[in-house]
Structure formats: C-alpha cells, structure tokens
Nanobody, 116 residues
C-alpha cells in the first residue's frame, strides 16, 4: 500500500522559512514525478511545484524564486524549501506522486500558517 507522509509544517512569521518533507513508502520512487500542492481555506487546491523523475522542475508563478522542490531517491523522500514566506502562503500543503501509468497518490497534508 502506497503511503505518503508530509512533515515540516508549522506556524512561521512573514519572511521566515520552512522545509517540508514527503516520505514515500513506494516501490521505485525514482520513476514517479512528485508535486507539492496547497489548498487555502475557501480555495481550490493548486499546484505549486513539480519535479519529474529526471529532476526537471516547474513552479507556479506566485512561488518562483521563493520555493525550491527537490528529491532524494535514495531516501524515497521529496522536499519543498519555502523561503520568504508570505501570509498568502498559508494553506495545507500536500505532496503527490504521479506514476508512469497514471497512478496518483496523495499525502494527508501538513499545515503551514504564516502570521505575525
């Protein structure tokens, strides 16, 4: 059974940083693309960053230059480094993996709250 577990969320002041982790219990993690999504109250879930099996990345315009997605295939773990946090970044952050045959799996989410 595939399981994704996010961690690293919390309460942080504007301008602060967090590093989110997503530990995947999945065979051949290296063949999956991985994405980080977020959902703020009253809003739709949106993609903020994605990394392919080959390491190519793409970001939502709103987070470019502040968010960095990475992965460690040896540890079956993905990361989202978030710098210069803004109140608008407050949301539940979810990791997702997408397999080569259309498989999609989600984590349970981790709350990020940006407030002074």
């Amino acid at each position: 059974q595939v399981q994704l577990v996010e961690s690293g969320g919390g309460l942080v002041q504007p301008g602060g940083s967090l590093r989110l982790s997503c530990a995947a219990s999945i065979t051949r993690f290296n063949i999956y693309a991985m994405g980080w999504y977020r959902q703020a109250p009253g809003k739709q879930r949106e993609l903020v960053a994605r990394i392919t099996p080959g390491g190519s990345t793409n970001y939502a315009d709103s987070v470019k230059g502040r968010f960095t997605i990475s992965r460690d295939n040896a540890k079956n773990t993905g990361y989202l480094q978030i710098n210069n946090l803004e109140p608008e970044d407050t949301a539940v952050y979810y990791c997702n993996v997408e397999g080569p045959f259309g498989q999609w799996y989600w984590g349970q989410g981790t709350q990020v709250t940006v407030s002074s």
